[in-house]
């Protein structure tokens, strides 16, 4: 019923795993995403996003914008780079593998 | 809002985001921080070695000594600092605050090694460097007991001298 009803709303709740975006995210932190943020813009440096892992699609990361690479793809970066796997890996990322920014935390 | 965002998440639990690394490797060894330490303190051997400047008479050999001079006091500068990184990333990515039992004072032992690596760099000292690898060892120690495993001090072997920690 939940799920219905959100799937109407463009926000997402997701929890996060991981030390990647220390100190900025702790493991266990609930974020709300808006994904209706880059519908009518584009990601900005320094925009903390959910994004599919473009290696594995099931997957979704949390990262951090880092710069602009190209027409409509985008770095991302850990904030914290020793314990992050990112845009260093796995190279840019396309705008339709962004689901959203992070709006808050709860 | 914040209550009621997580009184949803009790009904329908949020998915999950990762942060991860993707090489967990969970490799962390306290070794590399001590051959660092080890080798501060040979650079220092040798620069006290060397003796005095044989001055510009002898353009050769002055040339010469000013050259072993620049590339030991560089390796030391590089030790001291892979000292310190080392250390940094076994200290903030390792250890867990459960092990703060175990090792109360290791967050002091840390701060001393990030101070004697400074002080190791700055100047020709011999001592500090040798303070440094007593620091790195007692790291080594808290290291290993973290992780349950029993150690010894065992001779480096090496023409430095001074001792490695090791798991027994």
Known sequence: ?????????????????????????????????NKAAYWFATPRPDDVVVLRDPRAPQRLLIKRIERAAGVDEWLVAGDNPDASTDSRAFGPVARDAIVGKVWLRY | MKALLRLIDRISPPETV????????????????????LTCIRMNQLINDLGDSPGPGDKKKNDAWHSSLGRYITVKEE????????????????????????SPDLHATVWNIMKGGSKV???????AAEELLAGVQKFAEAFWAAKGVKTQRVPSQQAVGGELVVPA
């Open chain 2, 18 to 37: 990762h942060a991860h690394c993707d090489i967990p490797c969970g490799i962390y060894d306290p070794h590399l921080a001590q051959i660092g330490a």
């Open chain 2, 79 to 102: 030790h001291a600092e892979l000292v310190k990184r080392e250390v940094r990333i076994i200290w903030g990515d390792f250890f867990k605050p459960e092990h703060l039992e175990k």
């Open chain 1, 1 to 33: 019923m939940l799920r219905t009803l959100g799937a109407l709303v463009p926000l997402g709740r997701y929890r996060v795993a991981g030390r990647s975006m220390t100190p900025a995210l702790i493991e266990g932190e609930r974020v709300l995403v």
């Open chain 2, 121 to 127: 760099r700055q100047n020709i000292d011999l001592a």
